[in-house]
């Protein structure tokens, strides 16, 4: 049987199993998530996290996590596709190139602790991640799927975030992005880019990001880390500044956003650099 046939089988099969919905179910013993360890989401066929960073903020935990599976066929895209052998289950994992932000209560209630990995694996896992395209392929449709399942699961962990940082009352520094910037945004490929998957969201390697509906249009809130207060920070999307200073507060405002059908592309091309 020809490889693509053979995959093809695979990832019908998969889906039969799988279904359209992500059934999870909670765990008879509950064990606290920490950093490193590998842990298997109570599911039917399982997905796999390997937990490679935690942002904690009072009694709120959320967890990077990154996302392997048993579908060895579907989800080994390259000689450099990490594997991880499980000896005691007889098991092996492939790492897929994408990742989840989670909560501490949604690992807790709905994943086993399998074991815990070195530093090696979780920075081999990480990079690879971060490194790898997708492919347009089947193995690519099974990813994105994965991908469509855990989105829901990805945001409301964030979100729960979110509130909990709410909950301080940070006064906002408030600003308004320029007609003109408006106008390009409005013009540009963000005018057409659907996601697979949209959202309003977003994670960024150094910030959170979320767009809300108010009476005048959309608002983008970004919230910066604490250790940023007092240093110049610089913030574009797509190359394009929409802030440039000192950073007086951890929570930032900005309105007269361009009206895109879409924000899920604007978001991941927003950019935060500290100024040295």
């Known amino acids: 049987m020809r490889k693509k046939d053979r995959l093809q089988r695979e990832w019908e099969l998969y889906k039969s199993l799988r279904g359209r919905d992500l059934k999870i179910f909670s765990v008879s013993t509950k064990i606290p998530p920490k950093l490193n360890e590998l842990r298997e989401l109570c599911t039917i066929p399982p997905i796999y996290f390997a937990i490679a960073e935690e942002l904690p903020f009072d009694q709120v935990k959320l967890y990077k996590a990154l996302v392997l599976t048993e579908e060895i066929g579907l989800g080994w895209l390259n000689p450099e596709t990490p594997i991880i052998k499980l000896s005691h289950l007889k098991t092996l994992l492939v790492a897929l190139p994408f990742w989840v932000y989670l909560d501490e209560n ?48 990805n945001t409301r962990s964030i979100l729960t975030y979110l509130e909990k940082l709410e909950e301080y009352q940070f006064v906002p520094s408030v600003f308004t992005i320029s007609d003109d910037l408006k106008n390009y945004y409005e013009n540009s490929h963000f005018a057409y880019a659907k996601a697979a998957s949209s959202k309003n969201v977003h994670k960024g390697k150094n910030f959170f990001a979320i767009v809300e509906k108010i009476p005048e249009g959309s608002k983008l809130t970004l ?51 500290v100024s040295v």
């Open 106 to 153: 949604f690992l807790l209630n709905h994943t086993n602790k399998l074991g815990v990995l070195n530093e090696d694996d979780i920075h081999r896992l990480e990079g690879y991640a971060e490194r790898v395209q997708i492919p347009q392929d089947i193995r690519g449709k099974y990813i994105r799927f994965l991908m469509e399942l855990l989105a829901p699961y």
């Open 223 to 273: 919230y910066l880390p604490q250790d940023y207060l007092g240093q110049k920070i610089t913030i574009k999307v797509e190359n394009k500044v929409i802030f440039e200073g000192p950073l007086e507060t951890i929570k930032l405002e900005f309105t007269n956003l361009p009206e895109l059908p879409d924000y899920t592309f604007w978001l991941e091309a927003i950019d935060v650099e």
